[in-house]
């Protein structure tokens, strides 16, 4: 569980987020909406240490960041990231960077850091790509990569951005049927999207973005009622009723 109290956040003499209180409960998949440049890469930076807060405070499953060790938050939440370099090592090389945190110096692997490896590159639907190198790799096999990487790191809450990215329909559609299987689990899953119909589809909780404010925060159907994606998209959202639950489609 993460919980958000006025976090303030930015880049040089830019601000990006100000005053964010939000909370990202276990057993959920939560969903970041908003047009480019509102501050969500931002915020989930932020929340990993990758990106330095300016202000307010942030918890990981009730303990303060300020208080805990690169280790210890990589040991409370997994971040797959939008871009990486591409390193010359193999897959399965790359997944098992997600031990790390467990692992003391020198790095050396035990049969339970293999043994999740694997089983993360098979969940992530990478295990057929795992001893190529990853600049052999699409970026589509890539992703599935780094997703199994995170996977891997084994931890109680996973935050991706724009996980989707260069995924065909097919793997989009299976990485939100993972999520959904994580957070059953018990996991907190936080996603970065672009794709308004998949979040709508698949989020238990969105989160609507602008201008590095929360301008929305509540179930599919609240945040539809509430008319703030038309507002902050410019566009008009639509939906109609399925014998497996509302669809929705956007002009």
């Known amino acids: ?21 939000l909370r990202f409960e276990a057993g959920k998949l ?5 047009p480019n440049g509102s501050g969500k890469s931002t915020l ?3 929340i990993v240490g990758l990106n330095e807060k300016r202000g307010g405070k942030i918890f990981l ?27 010359n090592i193999i897959a ?19 049969p339970e850091d293999l043994r999740i490896a694997e089983e993360a590159l098979a969940l992530a639907g990478a295990a057929d790509v795992a001893e190529t190198p990853m600049e052999e790799l699409s970026e ?21 951005d724009e996980p989707t990215n260069f995924l065909d329909v097919r793997h989009q559609l299976n990485l939100m049927k993972l ?11 936080v996603m970065v999207l672009h794709d308004i119909r998949l979040a709508m589809k698949y989020a238990d909780e969105i989160i609507v973005l ?37 669809e929705y489609y956007y002009e």
């Open 1 to 21: 569980m993460i919980e958000l109290k006025q976090l303030r956040a930015g880049y040089g003499d830019r601000v990006v987020l100000r005053d964010i209180s």
């Open 30 to 34: 939560i969903v970041l909406l908003g």
């Open 44 to 46: 989930l930076k932020t």
């Open 61 to 87: 499953d009730g303990v303060s960041v300020d208080t805990l060790s690169p280790r210890q938050r990589a040991k409370c939440v997994a971040y797959m990231a939008q871009k990486r370099n591409t390193p």
């Open 92 to 110: 399965r090389r790359m997944v098992l960077h997600g031990r790390f945190p467990y692992l003391s110096y020198p790095r050396r692997y035990f």
């Open 140 to 160: 589509g096999q890539r992703q599935k990569v780094y997703l199994a990487m995170a996977l891997a790191q084994d931890t109680p809450t996973i935050l991706m």
């Open 179 to 189: 999520a959904c299987g994580l957070k059953d689990q018990g996991k907190c899953v």
């Open 210 to 246: 602008e201008n590095g404010e929360v301008q929305g925060d509540g179930m599919p159907g609240q945040i539809y009622q509430s008319g703030v994606i038309d507002s902050v998209f410019g566009i008009r959202l639509s939906k109609f009723e399925t014998t497996s639950g509302p």
